[in-house]
Structure formats: C-alpha cells, structure tokens
C-alpha cells in the first residue's frame, strides 16, 4: 500500500470515528410526548437493551449504543430497571444513565398493623415484584436468625415505614430493607428492656402486634400493654379479638366481622381457646407499640372494650368490664 493509500484510509477512519463522535453526543428525541418510560428486564443482553431504547425513541441508533457501551467497556455493566427519559438527550448519556441504573423510585408507604399477606398485597399490586418470589422471600428467615431462631417467615419484621423501591429490585432486597428499619428501630433500648422482662424479641414482637391492633391511640397503648401483661401475669386467656381475625384471614375464612363461634375457631392464634401470647406476630407494630410492649403501664386494668369514640374504657374488675359493654351496646345501638 503506498503512502498515499494509507493516508487515504486514515483519513476516512478518522472521518468515520469523528462522524460516530458526533453521532454519540447529538441529542436526539424521537418520541412523542415531554418523556418516555420504558423497563429493561433483568437479564437483557446489551444489543436488547440498544434495541429497546430505539424502539422507544431514545436513541437514535442501537448499533451506535452498542460500539460506544463496547468500547468504554460498558456492555456487561448496564443495568435493569424501570427508566423515564425526558427531552433530547445523547447516545452517551443514555448509555450513562443505563450503566449507573438510574431508575425510577416508586414509594410506598406501610401503616402500622399490616400482616405479612397485606404488604405482599400491596407490593404485588403497585408491581414492584411477583406475588411468587415476594412468598418466597417472606419464608427465608435468614434476616431474623439471630433476634428470633423459631421464626418460620418474617410476618412482625417488615417494618412499617415509607419506602422508595425500584423495580427491578428483587423481593428479597425489599423485605430485606423493611426488616433492616426493624432492626434500627429495636435497637439497644427495647432489647434490653426485653431482657430486662424476662422477654424474647419474638415475646416482644408478638405482644407489640396485639397493642398495635387494639388501639391507634398513642396514649393507650402502654395500657392495652399493661392489661396484655396484667392477664398473662394470673393466666387469664388474653381474648383478643385481633388473633382470631388473623387466624381466620389465615385460612381465607374472615368474613369482616366475628361471630361467637368464631371465637372458638381452631387456631393456636386464637387467644380465646388458648392461653398465653399466640405463636408469633400477627402484623407488624410500630416503634410506638415496641415500648409499649417492654414498658406497660402502671395499672391492674384487666380488661378494655370500644368508648364508641375511638377509645376505649378500660376496667379493673369484670363487672365494670360487663357495664362497660353494655354502655357500648347501647351506643351502637342509638347509632342505628
């Protein structure tokens, strides 16, 4: 090849690489509308990915994706997720934004006294991951292993809190991010307090999920505790009505009101026909009813029923429990 031929080679691959240049770093838009929102799948190969973002008017060529995530080295570290593109924007900054996986946050927010089966519910509803592997990852345990060794699922642990997930984020990191804030929010204090009471996390937990159920009132809570604590104390069966709802929403058999031969239903869960706390967390508390489980209030109160107000009357003898009902009945009744 003479010289002049590899001049004129050089100089066409010099044209060819600044035409690419250009290419790369032209913004381009061809969608319609402000943005466009598109999912890459867990999995995608690179040229799926290039293909995806041409077909939904990104970029402007996949192939021109394809050489500049190849020649930076980026093929193999582009990642998943759910993605909104707005405006113009270059094949390099498309190929940055999939690389450092900047996708789109939906939050979501627990309430306090949701079961396990209600935040899969909520998850799978908002499609952040399948009801399948959300099951799954609600039955490994590992997370909890060391505060709660007789835990068959995480139902307690799943904080209650709002949240930011992706996605393309798997069941396991979700309910692994929801335990995490449980752990931040046991901390030493309620630990030791635990300790203190002769409690495990999981005696903890349990009692914290039956005060969180009877009352959203702040300032009942250290006496539903104590009327919890109170009953365990002589071995009078706790009678919550919350663990034979669980136990009947359990077996798909909670009809949204409970009869008198419900509360004889078959469960270890139900605290009626067995004594003592039931066999674990029926929803998952919040901080609140955390202390109040390790810090019951000072009182002999041994029973409570709805003040037809949004409280409750709380007594120390049966028969002020038994006028107390009455004194319900008859509000419900007024209110028909």
Not at 179 to 202: K, Q, W, Y
Not at 210 to 223: A, I, N, P
Not at 257 to 275: E, F, G, K
Not at 297 to 319: I, P, Q
């Amino acid at each position: 090849m003479t010289a002049r031929r590899i001049a004129q080679a050089f100089a066409l691959l010099l044209g060819a690489g600044v035409i690419l240049w250009i290419l790369i770093g032209l913004p381009y838009k061809g969608y319609p509308g402000d943005a466009v929102e598109l999912v890459v799948p867990r999995g995608t190969a690179p040229a799926e990915v290039a293909r995806l973002l041409g077909e939904a008017g990104v970029i402007r060529s996949p192939l021109i994706f394809r050489i500049q995530a190849k020649l930076m080295g980026r093929s193999e570290r582009l990642q998943a997720g759910e993605y909104r593109f707005e405006g113009p924007i270059s094949t390099g900054e498309a190929l940055r934004r999939i690389t450092e996986g900047n996708v789109i946050l939906h939050r979501v927010t627990f309430p306090e006294g949701l079961a396990g089966r209600e935040v899969i519910d909520r998850l799978v509803e908002l499609g952040l991951a399948s009801r399948e592997e959300l099951s799954e990852a609600f039955t490994e345990t590992g997370p909890v292993e060391d505060l709660d060794p007789s835990a068959a699922d995480l139902e307690g642990y799943l904080f209650p809190d709002t949240y930011h997930f992706a996605r393309s984020t798997p069941a396991r990191q979700i309910l692994g991010a929801m335990v995490r804030r449980f752990r931040e929010e046991l901390g030493d204090g309620i630990g030791s307090s635990a300790r203190r009471l002769g409690l495990s996390v999981r005696e903890v937990v349990t009692m914290a999920s039956l005060v969180e159920k009877e009352t959203s009132l702040d300032r009942e809570r250290g006496r539903v505790s104590a009327v919890f604590h109170n009953r365990l104390r002589l071995r009078m069966p706790l009678q919550c009505d919350p663990t034979v709802i669980y136990a009947l929403a359990a077996d798909g058999r909670y009809s949204g009101s409970l009869s008198r031969a419900d509360l004889a239903y078959d469960s270890p869960y139900n605290t009626y026909v067995n004594p003592g706390l039931p066999p674990g967390p029926i929803a998952a508390p919040g901080r609140a009813s955390l202390e109040a489980a390790v810090h019951p209030d000072d009182t002999d109160d041994l029973y409570f029923v709805a003040d037809g107000s949004g409280g409750h009357t709380f007594s120390r003898s049966l028969e002020d429990h038994v006028r107390a009902v009455e004194r319900y009945r008859r509000l419900g009744r007024r209110g028909t």
